[in-house]
């Protein structure tokens, strides 16, 4: 298995303990006084699910088990792949500690967080399907 898709599974894994443990925070009844910060964290879960745990899962087996480009570069520029996960995790946790703090402190104009997040992580996915269009073809004819 790829060094590359070793770190999105255990950053999927990862966040999926994450989901997994601020749903269960987030259900708790409001009598619990928690933090406004915690509160305002619902978005969050969201993106921690989906974008940390679903989607890390599915870029990591794409780069693992999709057909191989040619026996020189079978995956091909393993930099592009560092890049898209180095961009879709920097986004996804601006994202997780943007998203509360735009709640919470509203009057802060921090709104260019979520667009900075949501940006990083399009050029991620960007960056991943330009890694893994090559891949996606009818036949190896060996190369």
């Not at 006084?33 to 921690?48: C, E, T, W």
């Not at 509203?106 to 990083?120: I, Q």
């Amino acid at each position: 298995m790829p060094t590359l898709t070793r770190w999105y599974i255990k950053s999927a894994l990862v966040y999926l303990a994450a989901a997994l443990l601020l749903s269960f925070v987030l259900a708790l009844p409001t009598s619990i006084n928690l933090p406004l910060f915690i509160r305002y964290m619902n978005p969050a879960y969201f993106h921690l699910f989906l974008v940390g745990w679903v989607t890390q899962m599915i870029f990591g087996v794409i780069y693992w088990m999709f057909p191989i480009i040619t026996r020189a570069q079978p995956r091909g520029n393993e930099r592009l792949g560092w890049a898209s996960y180095a961009l879709l995790n920097a986004g996804l946790l601006l994202r997780v500690v943007g998203e509360p703090l735009i709640g919470v402190r509203p009057e802060a104009r921090l709104g260019w967080l979520l667009a900075l997040s949501a940006w990083l992580q399009w050029l991620a996915a960007v960056i991943f399907v330009v890694l893994a269009w090559p891949r996606v073809k009818e036949k190896y004819r060996g190369g």
